[in-house]
């Protein structure tokens, strides 16, 4: 290169000098992200049409974005989930398949979606649960988190954790693989989820990509409704007791469910009206207490300027039973257990206020954040990007969505040997569901068509064999990018 001269040289200087600033420029403008995961919550929210619960933020936020009505997870239990759609790989992937075990084990060097986000010039901050975290107990620590996903984390702790001895309780001195809730006079900044609002609005006022110059990957964990639900009275007093009307168990139903896929946890299924409309009262002045918060960020991100250039995504971890079929809480391969909420909202989209039926994963928001932020994807991404469902909610990229679990119900009668895992794909119209190799330990197939309650298990049905072949082979035809 010949470049003779003292003015050159400053013309060089001077035009890598802009095309520095003006690569600073492009990165500032790329969006934020506000990534907004919910713990144990269920499909039980206004905007999914539930008469009764009062979710007025998510509400305000599914008009701005497009709402999935048929989005599922990977895993319906935190740690298994929550890795799985932080790495972007499926369960048996990342390698955890229960509450214990860590993805960094068998992925030491993986960018994580926050992290990826981070080497391309993001903020990347969290607060509260994203990573696993065992609630109540860790509440106010880091839990099971990776340090490598963030360059910011902050741990609220509030009343749901400092004062346990208060809350009620199926399972005497246990909060949190058990039903457990507590109704309290206070303010929502006394809970762990109010104050973690506030923590993450500090963060965007302390780091707004106009005074910092990069743009912000904001994740945001609530802890409710994961039990103990310990929520504030003015939010139970939105549902009186009688105005709640329990599902019971029908007569006959488990008869033909495979029973290692029937997960009881003591004292649940007996549980007496009375109790259960208490219990669900809890839960769902729970869901309104997180969604208070979801409004307290949606009135940040106006009041700092930041909505027009902040995509925000909304979601459960995994689904959430209140009765039916006899079942509460999760682990089971039900739509209640396995089905969650999803709203993306992009700013300056012109379809705001629409609802997707496409089949989605928790699996795909890695890749479409990815493509929505203009960032490259990792190869070693197993989601498929929705993008072009945001861009046209009747589209789809996926015949069937999947899921897997451990069993934890009985053994048939005669088997030895450590639980099964159990697979399962919902397809437009069906659910297929197989409990070890082969389904060596039952079948399930139902119909949503004729049987949204899934209460009829064609599997035991004779004369839907051809189904179940082509079903069998959608199935075994996942195994070739889920494990
Ligand atoms: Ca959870």
């Known amino acids: 290169m010949t470049l003779p001269g003292r003015f050159s040289w400053i013309a060089l200087f001077l035009a890598l000098f802009s095309m520095f600033s003006l690569g600073q420029a492009a990165e500032a403008k790329r969006p934020n992200v506000l990534f907004i995961a919910v713990d144990d919550l269920n499909n039980d929210l206004g905007s999914y049409g539930h008469p009764l619960v009062h979710s007025p933020n998510i509400d305000r936020l599914a008009k701005r974005g497009v709402q999935f009505e048929r989005a599922y997870c990977q895993y319906p239990v935190c740690n298994p989930s929550r890795s799985s759609f932080m790495t972007g ?200 207490l997180m969604d208070a918060c979801v409004g307290k960020l949606m009135d940040a991100l106006d009041e700092l300027k930041l909505a027009d250039n902040t995509i925000v995504v909304f979601f459960s971890d995994h689904g959430y039973h209140l009765g039916h079929h006899g079942l509460w809480q999760k682990s089971d391969l039900f739509e209640g257990s396995v089905r969650v909420p999803m709203i993306i909202s992009v700013p300056g ?20 954040l990815a493509e929505l932020c203009g960032l490259a994807k990792p190869t070693h991404l197993k989601g498929k990007s929705i993008v072009s469902v945001l861009d046209d909610p009747a589209k789809t990229v996926r015949d069937a969505a999947f899921t897997v679990t451990r069993a934890r119900g009985k053994m048939p009668s005669g088997t030895k040997g450590p639980k099964p895992l159990g697979r399962t794909i919902r397809t437009d119209r069906y659910r297929y569901t197989e409990w070890g190799q082969d389904g060596k330990f039952g079948l399930e197939l139902y119909d949503y068509q004729g049987d949204p309650g899934e209460y009829t298990n064609f599997a035991k049905r004779k004369g839907n064999e051809a189904l179940i072949k082509k079903m069998q082979a959608k199935l075994h035809a996942t195994r070739a990018y889920t494990r």
């Open 89 to 288: 790989l499926y369960p048996e992937q990342t390698g955890v398949l229960s509450n214990a075990g860590v993805f960094r084990k068998r992925h030491p060097d993986l960018p994580t979606l926050s992290q990826h986000f981070m080497n391309n010039g993001y903020f990347a901050a969290r607060v509260g649960k994203i990573y696993h975290y065992g609630v109540p107990l860790q509440i106010g620590t880091s839990g099971e988190d990776d340090p490598a996903s963030w360059n910011k984390v902050a741990n609220p702790i509030g009343i749901d954790r400092t004062e346990l001895e208060p809350i009620s309780t199926l399972v005497e001195g246990k909060y949190g693989g058990t039903i457990s809730w507590r109704i309290i006079d206070g303010r929502d900044e006394d809970h762990t989820d109010g104050k973690g609002a506030l923590n993450a609005i500090q963060i965007m006022k302390k780091h707004h990509p106009d005074k910092t110059g990069k743009p912000f990957f904001l994740a945001m964990g609530f802890f409710r409704p994961h039990t103990p639900y310990v929520a504030p009275a003015h939010y139970a007093k939105l549902y009186p007791l009688n105005k709640i009307n329990p599902l019971m168990e029908k007569p006959g139903d488990r008869d033909d469910i495979p029973s290692v896929g029937l997960h009881d946890r003591p004292h649940q299924r007996e549980l007496t009206v009375a109790k259960r409309k208490e219990i669900i009262q809890a839960y769902y002045a729970s869901i309104t």
């Open 349 to 368: 989209t012109k379809q705001g206020g629409k609802k997707s039926a496409s089949l989605v994963e928790l699996i795909d928001l890695y890749p479409t």
